[in-house]
């Protein structure tokens, strides 16, 4: 948007605005003004989210083998005891300041790194109060004074049960799940370490202030690992070698002293030679996660892995390396590796007074932890943004979303609103439904507007039915990158769509 007193919109509003108007993503509740920091996925959102997750299932847990990933489904109430013992009661905390005139409240890190474009992650409050204090900050809605900065508990609280309750709370990540059931995991399963417990489901943090549509939010979903080491062997990862050479992009501690923005780019392989990574499993993961990313249409140039600073470490961690996106709102974080040593399980069985630890040569041992942790909607914002491509000379933006991932893989159209077409395009629909394709129909407009909207939603191919289809057996497939069209035997369409989806064959194979 130009022109006097317009404001050409930021490439977040653009997006944000075109997720919410094609069905990718709508404020929760929103006839009745919704809640801040939660959001539902619409149609294209869901389907997409789907995509990711089996995505990731397939590389990070159902292709593993050595060392084998197990699957859960947890609760995601826990008991109060539970995430007393795992440290989240005293210390999943977030600095908190409040409006004496407007009473809003705010995070009062943010308000400083927003403010003065200061860094002040895991300062103390008296240093945050200070800060504030010396530089005169106030409510930036309504310039009021602010009170004492004070820590905030994240968690949602909830009580399970008549009356005065159980107090239980609404799981802050889903790990505490796979802590609490590793034993009851490791013994129907016969598993023996190494060995991973993989779990996909919703979590909750009662955020202070949500901001940036899909980045912070209130509920979200997580796709964690925890992989069980036994001590002696964290050195060793059976599998390393699949992963060696990979390159991956590491801002160290060193560098963020130094005030240095740009990673390092070294191998899986050395980055543990030279002690940049504290263990082959944690390089592992980072070099799937580097394949795993590109592959969603994120370039190799655009995030990085940083070295979390001492300060700013969570409490459990003995080393985190955040996969950070850069974006157009800044760099955001979207995976937490964290080298968790054996704290989750020891804490538990401290204050459980069972015993977690299992048997190994006759040993009673107590296994290390390398956690991988990923951001789904955090994801989605990313590809998104990263994917989104502005006019090209085709007259509308558009999204490139890799096959794989995209909502709709194909959208089948006739070519003019009449028999016999209209009819065989919609059993060719059917037909390519019940074979298990994420596919669409759309009789309506000019075939140049059904390819705008096509394009605009990220499907990757459009298949046309024209008056050849009911003479010769033949469609056209449009090809979203480069518009190119090619004629092939409808009868093959089902076979040929899978490959070009899984990336066994690309569009000039056709041509």
């Known amino acids: 948007m130009s022109g006097k007193g317009k404001e050409e919109k930021s490439l977040f509003e653009k997006i944000w605005t075109l997720a919410n108007h094609r069905g990718f993503v709508f404020p929760s509740a ?92 895991g300062m103390t409050l008296e240093q945050l109060n200070r800060i504030i204090r010396e530089n005169n900050l106030g409510c930036p809605d309504c310039g009021g004074g602010l009170s004492e900065v004070t820590f905030f508990n994240l968690m949602l609280e909830v009580q399970v049960g008549p009356a005065d309750g159980q107090t239980a709370f609404l799981r802050p990540e889903t790990a505490q799940d796979i802590f609490l059931d590793f034993k009851r995991v490791q013994q129907s399963m016969r598993a023996k370490l190494p060995f991973g417990i993989a779990q996909i489901g919703k979590s909750y943090r009662n955020e202070i202030s949500p901001r940036q549509g899909l980045i912070r939010v209130r509920e979200f979903t997580q796709m964690e690992i925890e992989m069980f080491i036994h001590p002696n062997e964290i050195g060793n990862h059976p599998s390393f070698d699949k992963v060696k050479d990979i390159k991956i992009r590491i801002l160290t501690r060193e560098q963020q002293k130094k005030g240095e923005t740009e990673p390092l780019e070294t191998t899986a392989k050395e980055s543990v030679v030279s002690k940049i990574l504290p263990n082959p499993y944690m390089a592992y993961y980072l070099a ?5 990313y590109q592959s969603l249409g994120i370039p190799y140039d655009k995030f990085h892995f940083r070295h979390m600073m001492p300060e700013e470490t969570p409490f459990y961690s003995g080393g985190n390396f955040d996969l950070e996106v850069e974006l157009s709102i800044g760099r955001k974080e979207i995976i937490g590796n ?44 990313c590809i998104l943004e990263h994917c989104y491509r502005e006019d090209d000379g085709r007259g509308w933006s558009w999204f490139q979303f890799p096959p794989k991932i995209a909502p709709i893989t194909a959208l089948i159209l006739p070519l003019v609103r009449r028999e016999p077409l209209m009819e065989i395009a919609f059993k060719t629909y059917e037909t390519l439904k019940e074979n298990g394709l994420e596919v669409d129909y759309d009789d309506r407009g000019s075939v140049g507007k059904r390819y705008a909207r096509a394009d605009e939603i990220g499907i990757p191919f459009c298949v046309t039915v024209d008056y050849k289809t009911a003479e010769a057996s033949t469609v056209t497939i449009r090809d979203r990158d480069s518009r190119e069209q090619a004629v092939i035997n409808k009868n093959d369409l089902i076979e040929i769509l899978s490959k070009l989806v899984s990336g066994i064959i690309n569009f000039e194979k056709l041509l």
């Not at 197990?70 to 005891?81: K, M, R």
């Open 30 to 121: 929103e006839i009745y003004g919704g809640i801040a920091g939660i959001y539902d996925l619409g149609p294209l959102g869901a389907k997409m989210k789907n995509n990711l997750i089996q995505a990731w299932r397939e590389f990070f847990v159902l292709r593993e083998t050595n060392p084998p990933v197990y699957e859960l489904d947890g609760s995601t109430i826990l008991p109060y005891e539970a995430l007393k013992a795992s440290g989240h009661l005293d210390s999943f905390t977030d600095p908190t300041v409040s409006c004496l005139k407007c009473k809003k409240w705010m995070r009062a890190d943010h308000l400083i790194e927003d403010s003065l474009d200061m860094y002040v992650e």
């Open 288 to 292: 799937k996660e580097t394949i795993f």
């Open 338 to 381: 964290a080298y968790r040593t054996n704290y989750d399980l020891s804490n538990h069985m401290k204050k459980s007074g069972k015993d977690l630890s299992i048997s190994v040569d006759g040993e009673k041992v107590i296994p290390e932890v390398v956690e991988p942790s990923f951001g789904v909607e955090r994801a989605i914002y």
